[in-house]
């Protein structure tokens, strides 16, 4: 397949993606047939806002990924990586366990948490890429014991919240869509500017700097972009894991590595695949939601190692 | 072009270089020599501004070079050090397009990975090649470049003798055109034969520079590498005794 008719192929995917998106969950639904006034709510006022709001996370999700990826040279690096979605648990599991039963707190707790994670990991930011990685790592670790202590320490009633979010969660996003979808066209704006410097990164940071790029700026700006960006995304829909991994090498692998194009097939792939995780996750045990982050797993793995093995072999 | 005025260059505790003193003309070829962990890949990395220097001053074109831009460094100098990193897909054309800036035109592309025998690869994915065809990849970058001054890092590591004739005569033309060529060599025979100019490196702090016909006899060389070497046809062949 040419350039142009991947682009196509993917366009009509996603077209085929958002119909089912809203047609899917514990009742099926044709959104261009004549719909009752309760089934138009639950489709316009339901079904479409999570819609929407999945569009933005996912696609800030694989946005950040890729930027992590190409920050620390290393394909397995993802949007948590450096301790981010940890901190920002530990926040939300924090304020649940001051506040029980306050998902508005709980929000503001991961937000809090995300940024507190965000100074920690700026503080190590000096370091070369291999160790702020590891200081990435060693902090995550950190966070997962608070999270565990707190954990230990919650009602149970508290506890299915906090995993509920920790797993994923698109239905009570606090954060209002107009805004979600700010940060997400804004990050992928962001990405577009950077993409040449981010190109000439990919062969390393010694050769990116010979060709003319100011590498510790680059570093400095990516590092503040994709934790930023990471903190909306968890503090909107929770850590939803695997999509900021799995959709940069998805889509390096249909689009190239060049950064123009990889980074919007990102932020548009990355949402679709949220998307149709999340209507799957409405729909397959109907009337009951399954977690999101689950299906993500579930939809993305097959896909990708089938791409991976048809590469390859 | 580029100057040293009593630089002083350190990696962690040690010093590799004391007050060097030196410059770098344009239509001449400078070779670096020096036994493993000498300095000479730290000594490139401090002319291309890419690792300062703990005393002295690096000049470029007479500007202190940590006063410029790294895009202004980037117009004159082009480097060519380790193979860069391949593990998330470019092509050859792609690779050579990042080395070539905005709007290069698909002929001079197509040129320089002529000249380095890599046109037929251009559709292929980085990773895939063997390490020889990816040096041969890098040369053609920095030839894409056609900056007035050329750093390279052992640019015949990895390449077949076929290669290494082909890349060390495309140097002599490149400085007889006006170029500025410094190289890190391993091969006595191939610095005497493409040298102007040396540097020798003796990993404590020393440095010796000068002509290369005055600087690279049997037993200058046998004490900077400590190994005994003989001198053939002259002095034209310098070869230790392997055999002893």
Redesign the interface.
């Known amino acids: 397949m040419t350039g142009m008719q991947r682009l196509l192929a993917s366009l009509l995917l996603l077209a085929v993606i958002v119909y089912l998106s809203l047609a899917m969950g514990d009742v099926w639904m044709q959104p261009f047939a004549k719909l009752s006034d309760t089934d138009a709510t639950i489709l316009w006022d339901l079904r479409l806002p999570r819609l929407l709001t999945a569009l933005a996370v996912g696609g800030m999700l694989a946005l950040a990924g890729a930027w992590f990826q190409v920050l620390l040279g290393n394909p397995l690096a993802e949007p948590y990586v450096l301790g981010v979605a940890g901190s920002s648990a530990a926040g939300a599991v924090l304020a649940l366990f001051l506040v029980p039963d306050s998902a508005w707190l709980m929000s503001a707790g991961a937000f809090a948490g995300a940024w507190l994670g965000i100074v920690v990991v700026m503080f190590f930011a000096p370091l070369g890429r291999g160790s702020l990685l590891l200081a990435g790592v060693v902090l995550a670790a950190f966070w997962s014991a608070v999270i565990a202590l707190l954990m230990a320490l919650l009602p149970s009633r508290s506890l299915v919240l906090a995993f509920g979010w920790m797993l994923g969660d698109l239905s009570r996003s606090p954060l209002p869509l107009w805004l979600l979808w700010l940060v997400w066209g804004g990050a992928l704006a962001a990405g577009l500017w950077l993409s040449r410097s981010l190109d000439r990164l990919l062969l390393g940071e010694k050769h990116a700097a010979a060709l003319g790029v100011n590498v510790p700026q680059l570093r400095q700006r990516l590092l503040w972009l994709a934790s930023a960006v990471t903190a909306v995304a968890v503090t909107a829909a929770g850590t939803i894991g695997f999509v900021g991994l799995v959709v940069p090498h998805l889509m390096r692998l249909l689009f190239g590595s060049l950064h123009r194009p990889m980074l919007i097939a990102s932020a548009i792939g990355g949402g679709a695949l949220l998307m149709f995780a999340d209507a799957l996750s409405r729909t397959v045990a109907a009337p009951a939601e399954l977690p999101v982050g689950v299906l993500t797993a579930m939809v993305g793995v097959p896909l990708f190692l089938w791409l991976l093995v048809r590469r390859d072999g | 072009m580029l100057r040293f005025e009593h630089v002083s260059l350190c990696r962690g505790e040690r010093e590799l270089l004391r007050h060097a003193e030196f410059a770098i003309a344009p239509g001449r070829v400078t070779a670096i020599l020096g036994p493993n962990g000498a300095g000479k890949s730290s000594l490139l990395?401090a002319m291309?501004g890419?690792l300062p220097a703990s005393g002295g001053h690096v000049l470029l074109q007479d500007r202190p070079v940590e006063e410029l831009?790294?895009?202004e460094?980037?117009?004159t100098?082009?480097?060519q050090?380790e193979l860069?990193?391949a593990?998330?897909?470019?092509?050859v054309r792609?690779?050579l397009e990042?080395?070539a800036g905005?709007g290069e035109s698909l002929p001079r592309l197509q040129q320089a990975a002529a000249r380095m025998e890599v046109g037929h690869l251009l559709d292929r994915d980085l990773a895939r090649l063997s390490s020889g065809e990816r040096q041969r990849v890098e040369l053609a970058a920095i030839m894409l470049r056609d900056c007035p001054l050329w750093l390279l890092d052992e640019p015949t590591a990895h390449l077949d003798l076929k290669h290494q004739t082909l890349l060390l005569r495309m140097l002599r033309q490149e400085a007889a055109a006006g170029r500025a060529v410094v190289t890190v060599l391993h091969d006595l025979q191939q610095a005497m034969a493409v040298a102007d100019e040396v540097i020798l490196l003796d990993g404590k702090g020393g440095v010796e520079t000068g002509e290369a016909g005055g600087l690279l006899t049997a037993e200058r060389l046998s004490r900077l590498f400590q190994v005994e070497l003989m001198s053939f046809a002259e002095g034209q062949l310098l070869l230790p005794d392997y055999r002893t």
């Open positions: 990395l291309a890419l831009s790294r895009m460094v980037a117009a100098i082009a480097w050090g860069p990193a593990e998330f897909g470019l092509t792609q690779r990042l080395a905005d």
